[in-house]
Nanobody
């Protein structure tokens, strides 16, 4: 599986960006596509994830109400719409694919952990100026 993230850029605080992740190749029968981010000097953290088969979504607390993850099955694309951006959202954003086991509690843990993805995209820089 290859993942290509795009859509990052420079935006003023309060602005919006839409990140895209294009997936190619054969993934798992059950998987999630998620977004993670990593700022300089910080550990990579979970942002949002969407289960490919049923569309279930989970968000990090800081993303709730501001970010929306979505998918286009036909195009094998996932998106992250980010609104009301803040300077602290400045980071490199990565898309990732995590295999799932169809056990809800286990899958939620796997899909929201930056340690569990099976495949990573290359990252796209998001910079929010104050």
């Amino acid at each position: 599986v290859q993942l290509q993230a795009s859509g990052g850029g420079l935006v003023q605080a309060g602005g919006s960006l839409r990140l895209s992740c294009a997936a190619s190749g054969r993934a798992f029968s059950s998987y999630a596509m998620g977004w993670f981010r990593q700022a300089p000097g910080k550990e990579r953290e979970f942002v949002a994830t969407i289960f490919w088969n049923n569309g279930k979504t989970y968000y990090a607390e800081f993303a709730e109400g501001r970010f929306t993850i979505s998918k286009d099955n036909a195009k094998n694309m996932a998106y992250l719409q980010m609104n009301s951006l803040k300077p602290e959202d400045t980071s490199v954003y990565y898309c990732a694919v995590t295999s799932l086991s169809d056990l809800e509690n286990v899958d939620r843990m796997k899909a929201t952990s930056p340690l569990m993805p099976d495949y990573w995209g290359q990252g796209t820089q998001v910079t929010v100026s104050s």
